[in-house]
């Protein structure tokens, strides 16, 4: 589906009802913005040439997707006039394009790509030309409201602002996604119109006005109404995280991970975990990470990202990694902090071991490399760059700045003193 289908992701707005000095789309979830979230989502159904709407601070949300969306290009919207005037600012980008747009705020992180997979699909396979995604909450309050006809057919989405007393009633939300037959619904964009209350370019005018160019249109229900829940404060970002944590939880246990205390665990969803892995409280695991099965994490144990561990190793309190690849049967149990590391099979790093990988005068960080077997005692610093030999052996407190020998003992102890008497 690649080929023909090309999402706009409008990311423009500042998100006012946040309060920040960064604009809204880069709030983040698990170390991820909210744009990210959805830029991500439609490149899971295989559309990667998309087109990001920036505007406020558009220069960090451009930073954002070029380091990582680098398919993707921004477009500038420099006055924020409403999402449709949003929409419009891509029509030179999409000039020729005989495909699927598929437009979504950028302020939705819990979309799943499997809706938007479905969503899609129910697009294409009614032959439609517009297709609105829908939901139905109890308490639509804020969101614009589906107006269906008799056929139930969407006639037109009225924004809660825009409201009669009889629309306020509505259950049925717009989610803020559409698919548009770019060539059939173009002509939209030409013909913008700002009268509603709050004189503002409506992309949501665009249902009305398929209806009267006798286009097909549609409306896509959500399944899981969570999905559709759009951030507009600070309160609502920690619903959506709990929400995004709870959803992954949940997978995580249906597939065979132990989580002891799931009220105060949280895990990224970019986190896979193998069978028989036991999470316990208090655990926090943010970005990309990979745990085998087996292993023990936690209590109070922090992934920072970029981490492998493999099957049967136990990370256990007060012990923080980052950048690290940890092999099996590996144990590093407490009050340690263990970054731009490898480690081998079978190693022992006793409590309170330090890799010093950073150099707060250089800013650069350093690898550090401990092979198979290694025993490490406790209180010890590995100085970055550094590397301990299979089977090596380091003395409790020491600080170690240079390699150690496979088989090797290494010890930096200054030898204990005994002064006979000294307290009388
Ligand atoms: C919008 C919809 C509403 C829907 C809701 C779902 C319109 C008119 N209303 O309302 O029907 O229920 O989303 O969450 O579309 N943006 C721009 N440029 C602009 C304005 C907005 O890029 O000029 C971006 C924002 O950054 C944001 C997204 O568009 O990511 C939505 O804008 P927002 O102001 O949050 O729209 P809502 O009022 O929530
Ligand atoms: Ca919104």
Known sequence: MSKNV???ILAAGKGTRMKSEKPKVLHEIFNKPLAGWVISACEEIGSFENIVIVGHKGEDVEEFVKKNHPQSVCVYQKEQLGTGHAVSMAKKELEGFDGLVVV??????????KSLKKFVDFHTGNNADVTAMTAILDNPFGYGRIVRDENDFIKEIVEQKDCTEA?????EMNVGMYCLNWQKVKGFFDDLKNNNSQNEYYLTDIIKWANENAL??????????NEAFGINSRV????????MNDRHLNELMENGV???SPENTQISPETEIGADTVIFPNTFINGKNKIGKNCKIGPFA????DCTIEDFVKIGNFVELKKTYVKSHTNICHLSYVGDTNVGSNVNIGAGTITANYNSITKEKKQTIINDGASIGSNTVL???VELGKNAFIGAGSIITKNVDANSLGLTRSPQKEIKNYVK
Do not use: C, M, W
């Open 6 to 8: 090309k999402a706009v």
């Open 104 to 113: 979504l705020n950028g302020d939705i992180p819990l979309i799943t790509s």
């Open 167 to 171: 629309q306020n009633q509505i259950k």
């Open 216 to 225: 097909k249109t549609y409306g896509y229900v959500l399944e899981d109404s």
């Open 236 to 243: 609502q970002l920690a619903e959506a995280f709990k929400i």
């Open 258 to 260: 132990t989580i002891v």
């Open 302 to 305: 922090h992934l920072r990202g």
């Open 383 to 385: 100085v970055a760059p």
